[in-house]
């Protein structure tokens, strides 16, 4: 687990929290949130990581070979969107 991980929570140390993890490869991480009474949902282009992700979280919460360019659409509001390893992955990061 990461510092930021560790700090975000902390800082929302409560249920109901709404997070989208953007590039959320196996769901670690929103596994772990689920398991802390957050509603989560995560976005993965790969197809092998997306499933193990299904798996620990449940088929509809994660949107497979969805970009960050797809999201705009989604028409939710979250608490947390977290991105941990996709920056290094884009092409044109600052758009």
Do not use: Y
Not at 49 to 67: D, E, H, M
Not at 80 to 90: F, G, P, Q, R, S
Request: proline share 1%; hydrophobic share 40%; charged share 25%.
């Amino acid at each position: 687990m990461t510092k930021e991980s560790i700090f975000l929570i902390f800082k929302f140390n409560r249920k109901n929290v709404k997070l989208l993890d953007i590039g959320c490869g196996r769901g670690h991480f929103i596994h772990l949130m689920k398991k802390r009474g957050w509603q989560v949902f995560g976005t993965e282009v790969s197809l092998v990581s997306a499933s193990t992700a299904k798996r620990k979280v449940g088929n509809n919460f994660v949107l497979i070979n969805k970009n960050l360019e797809d999201m705009k659409n989604v028409g939710d509001n979250f608490d947390i969107i977290t991105l941990w390893h996709v920056l290094e992955h884009l092409a044109e990061p600052k758009k």
